[in-house]
């Protein structure tokens, strides 16, 4: 049986919460109208997302 990764923190700097699915490279892609990115690698397959604070 394959073991899943899942990893919960809050960024140092700005406290977001992110979570991350899989252990990958990519990038963060802006979704709900700046609430929230997801985490893409270059196929476009999500694996983790940040979730914005309101201002």
Same mark, same amino acid.
């Given at each position: /049986?394959?073991? *899943?990764? =899942? *990893? !919960?923190?809050? +960024? @140092? ?8 699915? #899989?252990?990958?490279? &990519?990038?963060?892609?802006? %979704? @709900? @109208? +700046?609430? @929230?990115?997801?985490? %893409?690698?270059? #196929?476009? +397959? /999500?694996? +983790?997302? =940040? !979730?914005?604070? &309101?201002?």
């Amino acid at each position: /049986m394959r073991r *899943k990764h =899942l *990893k !919960v923190w809050y +960024g @140092a700097e700005d406290n977001q919460p992110s979570v991350m699915f #899989e252990r990958r490279d &990519g990038y963060f892609r802006e %979704i @709900a @109208a +700046g609430q @929230a990115r997801q985490t %893409i690698d270059a #196929e476009q +397959g /999500m694996f +983790g997302f =940040l !979730v914005s604070q &309101g201002e």
